[in-house]
DNA sequence: ACCCCGGATAGCCGATCGGATGATGCCGGA
DNA sequence: TCCGGCATCATCCGATCGGCTATCCGGGGT
């Protein structure tokens, strides 16, 4: 007889995500959709009812809770499913955060049928899926551990991104213009940037400032 | 007898995608698919030959040209069909740039499958749909005179974003500094700042720029 | 005990920025 | 047709920035 169907459950805010992964996912004949979910609070409430083996998850919920804290919840069930992150970027911050929330794989919406369908049977065995694209920036990442930017940092950057100038910001934080000058060139070194401009969009793309 | 069926194409380079439009508006009635395109020469061909009503076009398609573009090569074909934006992002860029290239709809893909549908049917009888937060976006910059940003400055908002100087900016765009600068005061006056860095910040706030 | 890091401070200097002012050509709407 | 917006270019100048080099202090980890 035939192995044992692998029960997954999709965790999407977009409908059309939603439809096409069904599609896809139940014309596989090992492969079943046991339950979708558009947001945080549901997806924790169908996994319970439904205990899937694997979740698809995105990152972007719209509003609430996001995929990454999502993951943690349904992680943090008794006997929990495996996570596949299923999303659109494969941004450093939407990676990290991932894994550390306990996803097992992190695969791109860009990403051909055949590969989805390999790495829900593979997160399903346990192993760890990453799409090509994601192991690459990983192994980057690894290699050069990206700092992290201190609090008083995260300081001049608001104030940078409100246009401040240097004595302005001196003015606001209560020190001396020499000392901003001083942060920021951390900040500079730290992001991989030499202009103010600069600092603000990465700052920003790496979530430490949010738009 | 029913009214003739609708013809639709879609071009996504998101094969999940695609599978999920194409399982929902199947399912309908009056709709029908009747060809898929993942990039830009697929796209022209595909509506070269199958003469729908019709074009569902997504503006992320990876590598060549994109979506704003293929609407433009679809639109000068003869007898085009009416080009659907269906997308992830409301960028006001985006939504100008689309319009602006011959798109009659604009819709995101977190809209519920009603909407789509009723867009669809709406776009193939030559209305023109607006997605609510769109349509919403556009009001508002109608009523507020907040001036809006030419094509020539958002690239520069690009450039600035990536940390770039004046005379790296000028290089880039094949034009003097003069003329960057120029358009930098004009981006200052339009976005009420006065600092690159508050100029990148704004720019992003407001979904002229992407994160 | 020692060293590293975050935070604060200082001065110097060349490069860059931002504002002001003015001019040209093109195109599209009133 | 005229006006306005867009895009282009030019100068001038004071203010600011970014890189560099140093110093000092306090706390946490080895």
């Known amino acids: 007889m035939a192995e044992q169907r692998i029960r997954?459950?999709?965790?999407?805010?977009?409908?059309?995500?939603?439809?096409?992964?069904?599609?896809?996912?139940?014309?596989?004949?090992?492969?079943?959709?046991?339950?979708?979910?558009?947001?945080s609070a549901q997806a924790v409430a169908v996994v319970g009812e439904?205990?899937?083996?694997?979740?698809?998850?995105?990152?972007?919920?719209?509003?609430?809770?996001g995929g990454a804290e999502t993951t943690r919840l349904v992680r943090d069930l008794p006997e929990p499913p495996h996570v596949l992150v299923l999303t659109t970027y494969d941004t450093?911050?939407?990676?990290?955060?991932?894994?550390?929330?306990?996803a097992a794989g992190y695969l791109l919406k860009d990403a051909p049928p055949d590969e989805l369908?390999?790495?829900i049977r593979g997160t399903a065995?346990?192993?760890t899926v990453l799409a090509p694209s994601v192991a690459t920036r990983l192994l980057q990442r690894a290699a050069s551990p990206s700092p992290k930017v201190s609090p008083r940092e995260v300081e001049i950057l608001r104030l940078l991104a409100r246009g401040l100038?240097?004595?302005?910001?001196?003015?606001?934080?209560?020190?001396?213009?020499?000392?901003?000058k001083s942060?920021?060139?951390h900040i500079y070194t730290k992001l991989g940037v030499d202009t103010r401009a600069g600092a603000v969009a990465t700052a920003i793309?790496?979530?430490?400032?949010?738009?």
Chains 1, 2 share one sequence.
């Open 8 to 39: 997954v459950v999709l965790v999407d805010d977009h409908p059309v995500v939603r439809a096409g992964v069904r599609a896809l996912v139940d014309a596989q004949d090992d492969l079943d959709v046991v339950g979708e979910a558009a947001d």
């Open 50 to 65: 439904t205990r899937p083996d694997v979740v698809l998850m995105d990152l972007s919920l719209g509003d609430g809770p």
């Open 92 to 102: 450093e911050a939407d990676v990290l955060e991932a894994v550390d929330a306990g």
């Open 117 to 119: 369908f390999r790495a």
């Open 125 to 127: 065995r346990g192993e």
């Open 165 to 180: 100038g240097n004595k302005e910001m001196a003015r606001e934080l209560l020190v001396s213009e020499a000392t901003v």
């Open 183 to 185: 942060h920021l060139s």
């Open 205 to 211: 793309e790496r979530r430490i400032l949010r738009p």
